[in-house]
């Protein structure tokens, strides 16, 4: 099953080359031109990852809206103007983006970018309560397991751990042994 990526980018020239990029790859590619169109294909369609090019509309996926329904959760991936910074990386991550690509867009930037976004397109399907207590029981076996390997220490430092827990429950590939003893 090809994961479905959400397409969302006012320039047509830019989406059809990442569109074609991507369907080459073996993505589903949902094409979307304003973000009211954004908004109906990720509830209606319910994609494994969105791609978009305009920041209120990543909020608006984090946020919800009233009576709309979609995965409130699904990766999103902010593709930046081209003269972009930190602060507009900043503001990205602010309101709810996973991560950000400026322009000009290297393919392979976004490729990487892509397979670095923890999603899971068969679990994206389920409910966030029953992902969460699956992941809850794994997280917890991890742990327990690493600490046993590690002399109770899983990370080096605090920024360490905060990348660790964003990576949605899926730390333990990510754990640095200590230098401690």
Same mark, same amino acid.
């Given at each position: ?27 589903? !590619? ?19 990852? !969105? ?131």
């Amino acid at each position: 099953m090809a994961a479905a990526v959400l397409l969302s980018h006012s320039e047509s020239d830019i989406r059809d080359y990442l569109a074609r990029q991507l369907l080459t790859d073996g993505f589903e !590619v949902l094409n979307a031109r304003f973000g009211g169109e954004t908004l109906d294909l990720a509830e209606r369609l319910l994609p494994d990852l !969105v791609l978009v090019s305009e920041l209120d509309l990543c909020a608006r996926l984090r946020e919800g809206a009233p009576g709309r329904t979609w995965n409130r959760e699904v990766p999103v991936i902010v593709l930046g103007p081209e003269r972009a910074d930190a602060v507009d990386r900043l503001r990205a991550f602010q309101r709810g983006a996973d991560d950000y690509v400026h322009r000009p867009i290297v393919y392979e930037e976004l490729l990487g970018s892509v397979s670095t976004t923890s999603f899971d397109p068969v679990s994206t399907s389920r409910s966030w309560q029953s992902r969460f207590r699956s992941d809850r029981s794994y997280l917890l076996k991890e742990v327990k397991r690493l600490s046993r390997e590690r002399g109770g220490f899983l990370f080096r430092t605090n920024v360490q751990q905060r990348q660790a827990f964003a990576c949605r429950f899926r730390f333990a590939r990510f754990a640095v042994p200590s230098r401690r003893g």
